[in-house]
């Protein structure tokens, strides 16, 4: 009944979200902690009083647009609106990838470009970062894939990559796509926005899931030449925001001053996590973003992941041989971070002592 390709791949797993009701600590999808600008509910309510839903939505998202246009000094021409930036990393690899086609990206990064790519059937080619997370520069300039993607801050590393070294790329790929996934940018000290218009070859992704918490709306923002938009606008859904959303997003970036103020505090919040992580034995890169990469090299942190869930706290591990030996924390409200502490100190503990008697007698404690 189905492609050959689309039989073979695995989906994409996205992070567990809790059921109505239930009350569980939620540090696993690097949500905002902090509520949206008020403002935003009552945009929600006008845009659903009268009977005007029962008309389609603006199929370029007009009020959204302009209002990222005026709040950013970006033409209208260069900005397109999605269903959550996931929406336009989908439209981008639909417009840029048949089969056969290359993308490049480092590992370890978002997972859902390889799942994109598989439904496009592309061919891979994945380059991993250095002992810092450092860009794999030369390889992803010299692979020339058809599409380059590098997300900046990284998930799940936190890093982030210099704009001077994406500028660098982005010239070295000489009218190849450079797609920068900027999901975490509003945390971090710099951005690549000023890349995009100088190079027309580079697109830059934006959300306001995370530093605008407004991951529940699902909005997303993408920037680049107008010749690079009206080649999305051909592979977009028609009504691809709902006139609520549209509504949310367009006052919510007005009200930009109330998420810098969140970020804030998700930002102090993040330099006293890390430091406590690191006091516990963790390695944990400078984290441009609303969450920390904690690690334990040779450690696998599954069973330490159980222990939190079965304490109410869900955080994110990856079972892959690069990442096994890590958690990624979502930055909480200090409350939310003092309980996840409180819990994940007898659990390192438990799973230090583990780990040594396990390599002593060399037998499979944990299974
Ligand atoms: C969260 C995230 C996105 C997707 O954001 P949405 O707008 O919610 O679809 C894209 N890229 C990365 C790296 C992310 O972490």
């Given at each position: 009944m189905f492609r050959k390709s689309i039989k073979k791949m695995a989906a994409y797993r996205p992070g567990e979200q809790p059921r109505p009701g239930q009350r569980l600590i939620k540090l696993n999808t690097n949500e905002n902690p902090y509520p949206p600008s008020p403002r935003v509910r009552r945009a929600v309510a006008k845009a659903m009083a009268g009977s005007t839903i029962r008309l389609y939505p603006a199929p370029r998202a007009d009020e959204f647009v302009a209002s990222a246009s005026r709040v950013y000094s970006i033409p209208q021409s260069m900005i397109i609106a999605g269903n959550g930036s996931d929406e336009l990393l989908a439209m981008v690899f639909r417009a840029t990838l048949g089969s056969g086609d290359t993308v490049a990206y480092p590992i370890p990064t978002y997972s859902l470009y390889d799942t994109l790519a598989l439904v496009?059937?592309?061919?891979?080619?994945?380059?991993?970062?250095?002992?810092?997370?450092e860009l794999p520069l030369d390889g992803l300039a010299q692979a020339r894939a058809n599409l380059t993607i590098?997300?900046?801050p990284n998930s799940p590393s936190g890093t982030s990559t210099p704009t001077r070294s994406l500028g660098a790329l982005a010239k070295r790929l000489e009218g190849r796509l450079l797609v920068i996934d900027e999901a975490y940018a509003d945390f971090a000290d710099e951005n690549a926005l000023g890349l995009m218009r100088r190079y027309r070859?580079?697109?830059?992704?934006?959300?306001?899931s995370k530093s605008y918490s407004l991951a529940g709306m699902r909005l997303g923002l993408c920037f680049a030449h107008p010749a690079v938009i009206d080649a999305l606008l051909k592979v977009k859904d028609s009504y691809n925001l709902s006139r609520v959303a549209l509504a949310a997003g367009a006052e919510a970036i007005r009200d930009s001053g109330w998420m810098r103020r969140n970020v804030a505090k998700v930002i102090r919040t993040r330099a006293l996590s890390e430091a406590r992580?690191?006091?516990?034995?963790?390695?944990?890169?400078?984290?441009?973003?609303n969450f920390v990469l904690a690690r334990m090299p040779g450690r696998d942190l599954a069973p330490v992941t159980r222990g939190l869930r079965r304490a109410g706290i869900l955080v994110r591990h990856f079972a892959t041989p690069l990442l096994q030996d890590a958690i990624r924390i979502s930055i909480g409200t200090p409350a939310e971070m003092a309980a996840l502490f409180k819990a994940l100190k007898p659990l390192v503990r438990a799973s230090q002592s583990k780990s040594k008697s396990k390599s002593k007698s060399k037998r499979r404690i944990d299974t």
């Open positions: 496009q059937e592309a061919r891979i080619l994945q380059f991993p970062v250095g002992a810092d997370f590098v997300c900046s070859n580079v697109v830059v992704l934006r959300t306001l992580l690191r006091k516990l034995g963790f390695l944990v890169p400078p984290s441009q973003a």
